[in-house]
């Protein structure tokens, strides 16, 4: 079978899909207060989204993340993930999600074959949960969090954007509730993706090293050997099952292991997080001229123009516009 591999020798096993630019949170870090969303024709339609993931899984890619925007928030998603779970050759369907819509949706995802969750939650302070997602509930999270656990997947993560002054104090805290909750924890730099009004992404930096330091301070971290193929940490809390990961772009560069790329909402192949280099998959399902082998030929060429790592430097202004929503984060 053909494999996607890069001009570096990564083997690209990985797709993450961002399936709508839209969200009904506006978190701080990922949004303007006031978003253009794009227009229905210029994003992909959930058809188009299918055939997509299905070459990807026909060229070697193993494990597929749904994300957004918010993923639950688009009509038709849930039958989209149970026609993605059902792939053959795909051996994991995993979902990022805010958590607003997890109580009426956890069962369903469940029978889609999703196998594991990763849900947002910056602070367990519901007048700060307010501030961060500015139009979030905590509450409606920590239930969409209790339903979930009731449903059984095989793993649950929670993942922590943390800023300075806003939620540093609270990253020992986060980690107490996945330890009662017998979840996973994961603690993320902030990225500069979009432009963001309300704060300095320089003054609100807030390093991987310096969240370790604060958590040795109550728990005891192991080093553990698990590696999930994504770009974390991770260590164990002793007589726990709570793992805790660190995303670290800024501090610790994980390219060298990148196994992954991205699918924008418009239909962009993204081969890398941190650049533009891209490839218009849109405009070639669209063309009159569609041919599923070209198509697939494409995605194995665009391995030659996947960067070899990102640089990210929020001291100054972005150099990437897109925000992260359309990007699959
Ligand atoms: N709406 C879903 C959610 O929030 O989980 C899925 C999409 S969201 C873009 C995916 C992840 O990206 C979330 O965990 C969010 O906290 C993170 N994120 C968004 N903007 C970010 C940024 N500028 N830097 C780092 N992480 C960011
Ligand atoms: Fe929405 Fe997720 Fe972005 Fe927050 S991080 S605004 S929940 S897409």
């Not at 074959?113 to 139009?135: G, P, Y």
């Amino acid at each position: 079978m053909t494999k996607l591999i890069d001009r570096f020798g990564r083997t690209v096993d990985y797709l993450r899909i961002s399936i709508t630019d839209r969200c009904d949170f506006r978190c701080v870090y990922c949004m303007a207060e006031d978003m253009t969303f794009l227009p229905r024709n210029q994003i992909l339609s959930l058809e188009e989204i299918y055939i997509l993931a299905k070459t990807f899984v026909e060229l070697g890619v193993k494990k597929i993340r749904i994300t957004g925007g918010e993923p639950l928030v688009r009509k038709g998603a849930l039958e989209l993930l149970q026609q993605i779970g059902g792939l053959n050759g795909l051996h994991e369907l995993v979902i990022t999600t805010n958590g607003s819509q997890l109580v009426g949706t956890a069962a369903i995802l469940k029978a889609a074959k999703v196998k594991r969750l990763n849900i947002s939650l910056d602070t367990l302070d519901a007048v700060k949960f307010k501030e961060l997602t500015r139009t979030g509930n905590l509450q409606n999270v920590l239930n969409g969090i209790q339903t979930a656990k009731k449903e059984g997947f095989e793993r649950i993560k929670l993942n922590a954007v943390v800023l300075k002054n806003r939620n540093h104090d609270e990253v020992c805290d986060l980690v107490q509730f996945a330890i009662n909750n017998e979840i996973d924890i994961s603690f993320i730099e902030e990225m500069p993706l979009g432009v963001v009004e309300k704060h300095n992404r320089a003054e609100a930096y807030y390093s991987s090293d310096e969240i370790r330091a604060d958590l040795e301070k109550r728990f005891r971290l192991e080093k553990s050997p698990d590696k999930t193929g994504g770009p974390s940490d991770y260590f164990q809390i002793p007589k726990t099952k709570t793992r805790v990961g660190f995303i670290s772009p800024h501090s610790h560069n994980f390219c060298s292991t990148c196994n992954r790329v991205r699918l924008t909402v418009e239909g962009r192949l993204l081969l890398c997080l941190g650049n533009e280099h891209s490839v218009d998959l849109k405009e070639m399902l669209r063309s009159p001229d569609f041919n599923a082998e070209n198509l697939k030929q494409a995605i194995v060429n665009a391995m030659e123009i996947k960067p070899e790592k990102h640089e990210f430097n929020i001291q100054e202004q972005p150099v990437i516009f897109r925000y992260m929503n359309m990007t699959g984060g």
